[in-house]
């Protein structure tokens, strides 16, 4: 057992194995790391006032009308949604907005606030960028495309840049794997990336401008870069592979009537 323990120890202290050793690093949080409570800040507290622009406050009566009597708070998550386009994000106060509309207890909407992590609980800049770090687009470099994002927009991730315009954020899979990897702009996919792509992306923000969304290597969705491998011809007519006695008997039937 002493011979055994010292062979391990040997083993493990051999120069090669030192060389061989995996590096121990960590990696920044994610945007589903954030603080799950509400703590009081100068710029999100409930004495902020909030209130539903004219036109919200419509959608999110016609919202309710979808539900019957007395589950109206089954809304909350397209109310939440409306309050993060109407300024960008979700303080504390616009969520005591929609408990007193929806008639729910405050703590209701917490949970899907802090549930979510398409909630933003916090303001992540004009431009929330959101790379994605999942397996399949870590394969495809998603490393490179963090770093590019991080250099283009000069905002480290968890941050927002100088000028307030890019927040940049960690997330796990964005379901569109097939074309990692992958980057999400607000609402809007960009996919196949390459650095050279981040570049372009970001200064068309920058300058106003709305790049096109989508796969940018220039293939059509997710159909194979090297194009088609399969469905080459068009498909058959109706009634392919049917029996002809099944035909017969339709043609029948059409007789007798
Ligand atoms: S792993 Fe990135 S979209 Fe699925």
Redesign the pocket.
């Known amino acids: 057992m002493t011979l055994l323990v010292r062979n391990i120890l040997n083993l493990r202290s051999s120069p090669s194995n030192v060389i061989c050793r995996k590096n121990i690093y960590t990696t920044p949080r994610l945007s589903s790391d954030m603080l799950l409570v509400h703590r009081d800040s100068k710029e999100n507290n409930s004495k902020i006032p909030f209130q539903f622009t004219e036109a919200n406050m419509k959608r999110i009566q016609a919202l309710v009308q979808n539900y019957p009597e007395g589950s109206q708070m089954s809304a909350v998550s397209m109310a939440l949604d409306i309050v993060q386009r109407q300024i960008g994000w979700i303080p504390i106060s616009a969520m005591h907005k929609v408990a007193e509309i929806l008639s729910m207890p405050r703590m209701r909407v917490y949970e899907w606030a802090t549930f979510y992590t398409m909630c933003k609980r916090e303001y992540r800049g004009k431009f929330n960028v959101k790379v994605?770090?999942?397996?399949?687009?870590?394969l495809?470099g998603?490393d490179i495309i963090l770093q590019a994002v991080e250099d283009a927009t000069c905002c480290k991730v968890g941050g927002l840049s100088e000028d307030k315009m890019f927040g940049v954020d960690l997330v796990?899979?964005?379901?569109?794997?097939a074309?990692?990897?992958?980057v999400v702009i607000d609402d809007d996919y960009y996919?196949d990336l390459t650095v050279c792509d981040i570049y372009n992306i970001i200064q068309t923000l920058r300058c106003g401008g709305i790049p096109p969304c989508g796969p940018q290597s220039g293939r059509f969705a997710a159909e194979p870069c090297c194009g088609l491998t399969s469905l080459l011809t068009c498909p058959p007519p109706p009634g392919y592979c049917i029996q002809r006695a099944l035909f017969t008997s339709c043609d029948d039937g059409k007789k007798k009537k």
């Not at 994605?132 to 870590?138: D, E, Q, S, V």
């Not at 796990?172 to 794997?177: D, N, R, S, T």
């Not at 074309?179 to 992958?182: I, R, S």
């Open positions: 994605c770090k999942t397996l399949p687009c870590m495809r998603s796990e899979c964005q379901g569109a794997c074309n990692a990897p992958v996919e």
